[in-house]
């Protein structure tokens, strides 16, 4: 069992920054795929941005390209998300999501963020 613990969400203004950060419980979290994913209020959860476990490969929404960066520390199981040039439209709860090498998935509890205009 893995767990996940986002941090860093805020409100901010639009145009600021914010980096979220993913905490995991595993000492085998080099061997998870690691993503981050987003839920509006009245919308479905959505994929924000992911990160391959051997750190070669990422992949973003089209809404986040070029704003969003995901990374990984694997020396602190830590997943990070650097969002800049923030929108009202980022405005969502942000999970954290890990999937295993058996393919299992894991989420957090979310951290908040709110964009103002």
């Known amino acids: 069992q893995v767990q996940l613990q986002e941090s860093g969400g805020a409100s901010v203004q639009a145009g600021d920054s914010l980096r979220l950060s993913c905490a995991a419980s595993?000492?085998?979290?080099?061997?998870?795929?690691m993503g981050w994913f987003r839920q509006a209020p009245g919308k479905e959860r959505e994929f924000v941005a992911a990160h391959s476990r051997s750190g070669s490969s990422t992949i973003y929404a089209d809404s986040v390209k070029g704003r969003f960066t995901i990374s990984r520390d694997n020396s602190k199981n830590t997943l990070y998300l650097q969002m800049n040039s923030l929108k009202p439209e980022d405005t969502a709860v942000y999970y954290c999501h890990a999937l295993s090498p058996e393919l299992m998935n894991y989420w957090g509890q979310g951290t908040q963020v709110t964009v103002s205009s």
């Open positions: 595993t000492r085998t979290f080099s061997t998870y795929g």
